[in-house]
């Protein structure tokens, strides 16, 4: 099982960029599906996340300006960020509580699966 991120970029302030993440591999279910961002010098910090219900939660700073979305049948999770700022400069990360599939009759166990970073700067 893996995540893999795409969609980062250089953009101007007030600008738009879309990232996904899709999950591949054997799995049989996805709980929680979110975002994270870290900027230099300092810590990870959670931006998004979608259960598999559809219920959403943000960081503050982000509210009404970024959603987050996921399409179950591709194991794919969204991020429209809107009306970027600087300091959404960051690399973001996807993140998914999985759990794989390992055959008829094994335990459902979940794990926390990261994708590899994707550069987001915001800069004129």
């Known amino acids: 099982v893996q995540l893999q991120a795409s969609g980062g970029g250089l953009v ?4 738009s960029l879309r990232l996904s993440c899709a999950a591949s591999g054997s799995i049989f279910s996805i709980r929680n599906m979110g975002w994270y961002r870290q ?5 990870r910090e959670l931006v998004a996340v979608i259960t598999s219900g559809g219920s959403t939660n943000y ?3 982000v509210k009404g300006r970024f959603t987050i979305s996921r399409d179950n049948a591709k194991n794919t999770v969204y991020l429209q960020m809107n009306s970027l700022k600087p300091e959404d400069t960051a690399v973001y990360y996807c993140n998914a509580d999985i759990a794989p599939y390992y055959g008829s009759g094994s335990k459902v166990r979940y794990s926390e699966y990261w994708g590899q970073g994707t550069q987001v700067t915001v800069s004129s």
């Open 59 to 61: 960081l503050d700073s």
């Open 12 to 15: 101007q302030p007030g600008g």
């Open 39 to 43: 900027a230099p010098g300092k810590q």
